[in-house]
C-alpha cells in the first residue's frame, strides 16, 4: 500500500462551500482508499510592533486572533482534523505556508482561489513545487479522481 499522502489545507479566506466541498471528497468512505492525512493551517498576519502602542489596536488583534482560533476550530470540527493536526500561524501566508508545508512533508496544499495566487507568487515556490502540489479547491474533485486511480 502506498505511503499516506499529507495535505495541508489553508484555511485563511475558505468559505463554507468549500469546507463542504472538502467534506464531501474526504468522506468516511473515500478517505480510507486515499490514504490521506489532513492537516489545517491558518496564518495571521503580523502587525508591526507600534501597533501594540495603541489600547485600542491591541483589543483588534486578540479579537482577531481569537476569531482565527475560533476558524480554525470549526473547520477541524468539520473535517474531523485533530487538533494537533490544526496550526494557528503568524506571519506572511506564503511564507509560512509552504514552510509549514515542507516541515510536514506535504504532498498537497488545498487553498481558495485567493490564497493560490499569493502562494504561487511566491519566491520559495520554485524550490517547493518539486515536492508539493499547489491546488485550488476547486480542483479537489480532480485531485480525487487522480488518487483514487
Known sequence: MDAKK???IVTNSITDD???EIQQAFDDKIA???NINLSLVHVIPRLPTCYFNIPSMGILIERYYAEAKKSLNQVGKMLSVTKRNQWLISGKTRTEVLRLANRLSSDFILA???????????LFFKN??????????????????NTLK
Open 18 to 20: 468549500e469546507v463542504l
Open 32 to 34: 480510507p482508499l486515499m
Open 128 to 145: 517547493i513545487h518539486q515536492y508539493t502540489m499547489i491546488k485550488s479547491i476547486d480542483h479537489l474533485k480532480q485531485l480525487e479522481s
Open 112 to 122: 481558495s482561489a485567493e490564497q493560490i495566487q499569493e502562494l504561487q507568487r511566491s
Open 6 to 8: 499529507q495535505v495541508l
